[in-house]
Antibody, heavy 127, light 111 residues
Framework: EVHLVESGGGSVQPGGSLRLSCGAS????????MHWVRQVKGKGLEWVSG???????HYSASVKGRSTISRENARTSLYLQMSSLRVGDTAVYYC?????????????????????WGQGTTVTISS | QSALTQPASVSESPGQSITISCTGT?????????VSWYQQYPGKAPKLIIH???KRPSGASSRFSGSKSGNTASLTISGLQAEDEADYYC???????????FGTGTRVTVL
């Protein structure tokens, strides 16, 4: 069965750093684009960052320059290193799999959506 | 990149049909037939129900259908059932710099 399990969330003061991790199982991790999507409690979804099978990365304007997405295929793991954290970064962070298997451009991958979601890890930024 | 605009809530009786709109711009929804829809129950992770405007992934109910016209995409739920009561989000490809933008979300209530 396909699973994504996030970890690394917690409570941090503004200006601090966190590293989120996501462990994947049940599929060939290296063959899929992976994403982080966040959701403020009671609010909507926000795409945060994505990494392709070739390691190419993209970020939302809200985290660009403060976050780094990476993957370790040998460990079937996805990461999000976040720094200079703000109160506005408080949210549940979901690890998400792009639905298209195999190398593709981002526009080709977008045809298929995001088909596997973890249960999320909570990040709280507060003084 | 601004969030796509969805109605905050839609309500209808069981057995009826509803349509949820998702309005973007010529930079996202209007430029690409790359809109997906997600269903989310309270406290749960979202689930993909439509991709590429009108394609259903394996396991998604045939009562879900999608369409697009200009800068607006739509999700229709036919034969509304109690289990359809959830939040629904659209998502569009938005270009190379920031590839994805989600909608503001719609709460569907089955009366």
């Amino acid at each position: 069965e396909v699973h994504l399990v996030e970890s690394g969330g917690g409570s941090v003061q503004p200006g601090g750093s966190l590293r989120l991790s996501c462990g994947a199982s049940g599929f060939i991790f290296s063959r899929y684009d992976m994403h982080w999507v966040r959701q403020v409690k009671g609010k909507g979804l926000e795409w945060v960052s994505g990494i392709g099978t070739a390691g190419d990365t993209h970020y939302s304007a809200s985290v660009k320059g403060r976050s780094t997405i990476s993957r370790e295929n040998a460990r079937t793991s996805l990461y999000l290193q976040m720094s200079s954290l703000r109160v506005g970064d408080t949210a549940v962070y979901y690890c998400v799999r792009g639905a298209r298997e195999g190398p593709s451009s981002w526009i080709e991958a977008a045809q298929y959506g995001m088909d596997v979601w973890g249960q999320g890890t909570t990040v709280t930024i507060s003084s | 990149q601004s969030a796509l605009t969805q109605p905050a809530s839609v309500s209808e009786s069981p057995g009826q049909s509803i349509t949820i709109s998702c309005t973007g711009t010529s930079s996202d929804v209007g430029s690409y037939n790359l809109v997906s829809w997600y269903q989310q129950y309270p406290g749960k992770a979202p689930k993909l129900i439509i991709h590429e405007v009108n394609k259903r992934p394996s396991g998604a109910s045939s009562r879900f259908s999608g369409s697009k016209s200009g800068n607006t995409a739509s999700l229709t739920i036919s034969g509304l059932q109690a289990e359809d009561e959830a939040d629904y989000y659209c998502c569009s490809y938005a270009g190379f710099i920031t590839p994805y933008v989600f909608g503001t979300g719609t709460r569907v209530t089955v009366l």
